[in-house]
């Protein structure tokens, strides 16, 4: 395992400067504070009694975290990684985030917001599993639903966390581990001690749960943020859901966003088609399309913080 306290801080200025200031910095501005990143362990199983196995996380604590006393508490959001893996470029044993979860990190912590990143990936000894046939993926959406559950029990240690205000955040297939992780008709999740109090997908497959037949319930309110022209991870199955949890008692609220496809909220990242893309529920020969779309990121992260606000305070 690496040190608990990492180098990462200078790793993600470097990266995180260039797509901060485009969009919240006025021209000559001071550059935004520092993120004081950690890293630290996790301890997670590979499937349902399953072995032990030794993750790690990052842990970004929120400005005001750092700026008051150390005795505050504060609310607090798991952000799961997608097939692509948390980091853009791995160094010498140092992950230097990509562009997305660095502007996510930034988005939260201005908000007041603690940030725990699970990496499911490196400890295990994959970068990505973006390729992988859904057979081949071991650490499926279902398996790292316990990857969720290590992270709440150690965000639960921290002295500066409210436990009363927890949420899970996730992007393509961290977001099917946040349904997954969610879904109060698995046994574990339902008898787990900690529930978060609200979730947010970013296009995330709702196939596993889309079917009338397919036994979902969530633990808290779920906000589904996702392209409408999304043809990896496409929206219908989540319509779905959200038309079958109408007046249940947990809300299902999904925001679809035109012209907009999958990795919408990716900065910088152009439009373009993947064939490198298997088990996407079409031919491979067709490709999938990934690409950002500044407006509905814009967008995205309002109705987010949005919805944090109101079921976190």
């Known amino acids: 395992m ?23 910095a006025a021209p000559n501005s ?38 008051t006393d150390s005795k505050a508490k504060f609310p607090t959001v798991i952000a799961m990684h997608g097939c692509g893996g948390l980091y853009s470029i791995v ?36 970068r990505s599993t973006c390729q992988d046939t859904v057979a081949q993926r071991e650490a499926s959406a279902m398996n790292r639903r316990f990857d969720v559950q290590a992270a709440l029990h150690w965000v639960g240690t921290q002295p500066d966390v409210d436990m009363t205000r927890v949420a899970l955040l996730g992007w393509s297939h961290g977001a099917s581990t946040v349904l997954a992780a969610m879904n109060l008709a698995e046994t574990d999740v339902a008898v787990r001690k900690i529930q978060p109090r609200a979730a947010v997908a970013f296009y995330p497959n709702c196939q596993p749960y889309a079917k009338p037949s397919s036994p979902f319930k969530p633990a808290a309110p779920l906000l589904i943020l996702m392209g409408e022209n999304d043809d990896w991870t496409p929206p219908q199955a989540c319509e779905a859901i959200e038309k079958r949890m109408q007046g249940g008692d947990t809300e299902v609220a999904l925001r679809l966003y035109p012209d907009t496809y999958h990795d919408f909220d990716a900065p910088g990242l152009p439009v373009h088609v993947r064939m490198d893309i298997v088990g996407a529920g079409k031919p491979a020969s067709d490709g999938v399309t990934s690409g950002g779309n500044p407006d509905a990121r814009s967008q995205a992260y309002r109705s987010m913080l949005n919805f944090l606000e109101v079921k976190l305070h």
């Open 30 to 67: 001071a550059p935004p504070p520092p993120l004081v990143a950690e890293r630290v362990s996790l301890t997670s199983t590979d499937s349902k009694g399953g072995k032990s196995t030794a993750l790690y996380g990052v842990w970004i604590k929120s400005r005001k975290s750092l700026a």
């Open 91 to 126: 160094r010498d044993g140092r992950g230097e985030f990509t562009p997305r979860h660095l502007a996510m990190a930034r988005v939260l912590t201005d908000a007041g917001y603690n940030v725990l990143f699970p990496d499911s990936f490196t400890p295990r000894g994959r």
């Open 2 to 24: 690496l040190d608990r306290r990492s180098s990462l801080v200078s790793l993600l200025l470097c990266g995180f400067a260039a797509v901060t200031l485009r969009a919240h």
